[in-house]
T-cell receptor, first 112, second 115 residues
């Protein structure tokens, strides 16, 4: 089965821009790419969703290249409260039909 | 008001027992989900369900079964619990009947420990 893959962890200083990439080589044609944030002992929380090109909301941007085989979550000027695990969620096409997978998660630590 | 709630928050039980975890959403959503998060923080989709369709992840053992008494509830029943079932289980819900396409709202999780 094709998987979604992400870096296991990243560190960043406060105030910097952070880019987290998710690889999803077998993304289904009609499926969106969604990113979630999870703090310890809490359920994941929606951040942003997109299909292609670029999407921006009040907390993040999502960049998706034309082939859609990867996506990059961009967090501008991170603060200590952005320390969390970030997951991408995509659909995956295979011979047995579509399945949906969360990425392996990227643990972001923001350093003062 | 809590949007998606789960009970209990913690569940400790012996191997071989049967247990249930309850989930309720007050968002009026049409689709609900169950997820398992293991000790390595991997999030695995177990089920998605609306009033028309149950989608089961084929890797989920048939000891696990979702039960939906109405649109606002999706309970998770687990039979013959095993050590490997120890994990945090999350319930979630979303608008519409197309699973995974819309923003999901997650509950706080239920930490299951099987001894």
């Amino acid at each position: 089965l094709a998987k979604t893959t992400q870096p296991i962890s990243m560190d960043s200083y406060e105030g910097q821009e952070v880019n987290i990439t998710c690889s999803h080589n077998n993304i289904a044609t009609n499926d969106y790419i969604t990113w979630y944030q999870q703090f310890p002992s809490q359920g994941p929380r929606f951040i942003i969703q997109g299909y292609k090109t670029k999407v921006t909301n009040e907390v993040a941007s999502l960049f998706i290249p034309a082939d859609r085989k990867s996506s990059t979550l961009s967090l501008p000027r991170v603060s200590l409260s952005d320390t969390a695990v970030y997951y991408c969620l995509v659909g995956d096409s295979s011979d047995t039909g579509n399945q949906f997978y969360f990425g392996t998660g990227t643990s972001l630590t923001v350093i003062p | 008001d809590t949007a998606v709630s789960q009970t209990p928050k913690y569940l400790v039980t012996q191997m071989g027992n049967d247990k249930s975890i309850k989930c309720e959403q007050n968002l009026g959503h049409d689709t609900m989900y169950w997820y398992k998060q293991d000790s390595k923080k991997f999030l695995k989709i177990m089920f998605s369900y609306n009033n028309k369709e149950l989608i089961i992840n084929e890797t989920v053992p048939n000891r696990f079964s979702p039960k939906s008494p109405d649109k606002a509830h999706l309970n998770l029943h687990i039979n013959s619990l095993e050590l490997g079932d120890s994990a945090v289980y999350f319930c979630a819900s979303s608008q519409g009947t197309a699973p995974f396409y819309n923003e999901q709202f997650f509950g706080p999780g239920t930490r299951l420990t099987v001894l």
